[in-house]
Structures are given as C-alpha cells and as structure tokens.
C-alpha cells in the first residue's frame, strides 16, 4: 500500500501561481511514476502529467504543458505540482496519483484532493 497525502491548495487570484505538495508513504519502493489530475463537478477527471520516481522524466498533457511543472525530492518522497499564470478555468480539485506498473497506465492510489480556486 501507498499513502498519498496532497497538500498546499487554496485560492489564488488569476495569473498567480500555487505549489501543490504530495508526500508518498507506505511502499513506495513500488511506485513507477506519480500522477496529477484535476476533477471539477460533473466533468470527468483531467490528467495533467506524470513524473516517473526514478529518473524523474517528466511528461504533461497539452492543456497545461508550459504553464504546469512537475518535480520531485525522492529524499523526502515528495512530488511537487508548481502551477504558473493560473486561470479561473484551473479552478478543481486536484489529486496526485502512484502507478506501480510500467506497462498498466491504471494508477492504483490516490490521494485525497487539494481544492485550487482561482478567481478572476
């Protein structure tokens, strides 16, 4: 089992910026990459990029590429999810995610969700 605990959401003025934190605990020697989504109500759950644990590549989708980083501190077991120039359209709640498989893109935990708000 992994526990994933995301923290640092809030509300933000649009152009703004906010870091998201994800601290992964538990079996963590199983994670292959970690995740970010976003959900907003009646809308279905947005990925945005992954990070993989070790070597730390890096891949975004295209609707936050530029704008969005994701960086790790495997020291700390951290993910970190740095948000740029934010719109009022970045407004859900976002959640981090743990893959195990290589293979398998099904990610098999997640953490709890952090609300982001960005007012316009």
């Known amino acids: 089992q992994v526990q994933l605990v995301e923290s640092g959401g809030g509300l933000v003025q649009a152009g703004g910026s906010l870091r998201l934190s994800c601290a992964a605990s538990?079996?963590?020697?199983?994670?292959?990459?970690m995740g970010w989504f976003r959900q907003t109500p009646g809308k279905e759950r947005e990925f945005l990029g992954l990070?993989?644990?070790?070597?730390?590549?890096?891949y975004y989708a295209d609707s936050v590429k530029g704008r969005f980083t994701i960086s790790r501190d495997n020291a700390k077991n951290t993910v970190y999810l740095a948000m740029n120039s934010l719109k009022p359209e970045d407004t859900a709640v976002y959640y981090c995610?743990?893959?195990?498989?290589?293979?398998?893109?099904?990610?098999?935990?997640w953490g709890q969700g952090t609300q982001v708000t960005v007012s316009s």
């Open positions: 995610a743990a893959r195990s498989s290589v293979v398998e893109v099904a990610y098999d935990f």
């Open positions: 990070i993989r644990w070790s070597g730390g590549s890096t």
């Open positions: 538990g079996r963590t020697f199983s994670i292959y990459a």
